[in-house]
């Protein structure tokens, strides 16, 4: 079946490593995109990337870096520069439509990091 | 992108059909209106979306205003799995691509027995 796999779902680290979360897609998308998101609070967009090989900051994107080498994966890194990245980090996807209205967001199950 | 507001929390009986209001005064001409929904510890997941047409799917009804000032999400017979958090967006189509959705906090939605 077609979906985006985030991977791992629960991730311990101590403070002052580098983790680097996957997020794989088979839906042929072209955008895909990083959210976090606190407890009781919205998302917030993180990086995102509507083409291979580019890749715009979002709101908070400060102590987080991302690739977009192939289409179907944009892994996310969270440097030690990130004061607090303990968060659940949610990776969605959506079709790039020419014309008409936007496509809808296809989300991940989230991968949880907490920072020791 | 337009603002957008929303109750904090909402309950609903079982069976019964779960109107969620959005209020969108500032929207613009070309902004669509979006729901989402999240279950707790899960990924967002799209319930419908439109720009001033009312619509339906499988999932939920959709009806906007004639201003296009507010808008209500209508589960018209509710139940226990469509407890969730529910996000009322706002967002206008950029140049055919994706652009990015801002979700606030949302509407607690919860279905009691």
């Known amino acids: 079946d077609g979906g985006i796999t985030q991977s791992p779902k629960y991730l311990f680290r101590k403070e002052g490593q580098n983790v680097t979360l996957s997020c794989e897609q088979n839906l042929n998308h072209d955008a895909m995109y990083w959210y976090r998101q606190d407890p009781g609070q919205g998302l917030r967009l993180i990086y995102y990337?509507?083409?291979?090989?580019?890749?715009q900051k979002g709101d908070i994107a400060e102590g987080y870096s991302v690739s977009r080498e192939k289409k179907e994966s944009f892994p996310l890194t969270v440097t030690s520069a990130q004061k607090n990245p303990t968060a659940f980090y949610l990776c969605?996807?959506?079709?790039?439509?020419?014309?008409?209205?936007?496509?809808?967001?296809?989300f991940g199950e989230g991968s949880r990091l907490t920072v020791l | 992108d337009a603002k957008t507001t929303q109750p904090p929390s909402m309950d609903c009986a079982e069976g019964r059909a779960a109107n969620l209001p959005c209020n969108h005064s500032?929207?613009?001409?070309?902004?669509?209106v979006y729901w989402y929904r999240q279950i707790h510890s899960q990924g967002p997941q799209y319930i419908i979306h439109g720009l001033k047409n009312n619509e339906t799917n499988e999932m939920a009804s959709l009806i906007i205003t004639e201003d296009r000032k507010s808008s209500t999400l209508i589960l018209p017979h509710a139940t226990l799995r469509d407890t969730a958090v529910y996000y009322c967006?706002?967002?206008?189509?950029?140049?055919?691509?994706?652009?990015?959705?801002?979700f606030g906090k949302g509407t607690k939605l919860s279905v009691k027995p």
């Open positions: 967006i706002v967002r206008a189509q950029t140049g055919g691509s994706q652009g990015n959705l801002i």
């Open positions: 990337s509507q083409i291979v090989n580019d890749f």
């Open positions: 969605a996807s959506s079709n790039r439509a020419s014309g008409g209205p936007e496509g809808e967001l296809f």
């Open positions: 500032t929207i613009s001409g070309n902004e669509y």
